[in-house]
């Protein structure tokens, strides 16, 4: 990738769950740069170990390993939406990689006659799969305002379906039916008590 405008970062993520930072780059217009040990320690893959089902090594085998780059900037509650970042995350597989390809020998030494023969090589490696994905988000007013609406309208119904249940359904409804209406009778009576005297 090329880092011109964004920032970007190499994650591992651990057996435990926990997602940290092994490399970062910088926006500083190159290109960006990690050594084939990063990325195996970023994928969490060891070439001396067994994979299930195999009896050798993973640098005997092959590995296939999955590279997803991911760009963001949701992380945050303030507009304007911050600058665009993306992230490396490596992942290793249970896959082998190997190629098979014939290798002409031409003439074979054991033969009398001009006979043709050909082995197969087998090459053995690590195969990157590359994958990408976004969530990019930017602020809107129009999506503010509906927020907004639709919360205060929640809440009005929350209050009548508040009152609804206390009046009509919870044993004390009558003395809560008193308490609302005595309360409403003052505030009333005061009203009036305040623009006689006005």
């Known amino acids: ?86 992230e490396y995350e490596f992942t290793s597989s249970t896959e082998v990689e190997a190629v098979y390809e014939p290798v002409h020998l031409g003439v074979a030494w054991t033969s009398p006659v001009d006979v043709e023969e050909r082995m197969m090589l087998t090459r053995r490696g690590i195969k990157l799969v590359w994958t990408q994905e976004g969530a990019l988000g930017r602020f809107s007013f129009e999506a503010l305002m509906v927020t907004i609406a639709v919360g205060l309208a929640l809440v009005h119904l929350v209050h009548i379906i508040g009152d609804f249940i206390a009046k009509g359904l919870l044993p004390q409804r009558k003395a809560y039916k008193e308490a609302t209406e005595e309360d409403f009778g003052e505030n009333r009576s005061t009203g009036m008590e305040e623009t006689n005297m006005g």
Do not use: W
């Open 1 to 86: 990738a090329l880092s011109q405008r964004m920032e970007g970062q190499l994650v591992q993520k651990t057996e435990d769950g926990e997602i940290k930072t092994i490399k970062t780059f910088p926006a500083n217009g190159q290109a960006d740069k990690m050594s084939i040990g990063k990325i195996l320690k970023a994928a969490n893959v060891d070439l001396d170990k067994v994979m299930p089902g195999h009896i050798r090594p993973i640098r005997e085998t092959g590995i296939v390993v999955y590279c997803h780059i991911r760009y963001y900037n949701d992380y945050t509650f303030f507009a304007p939406a911050p600058k665009i970042r993306y």
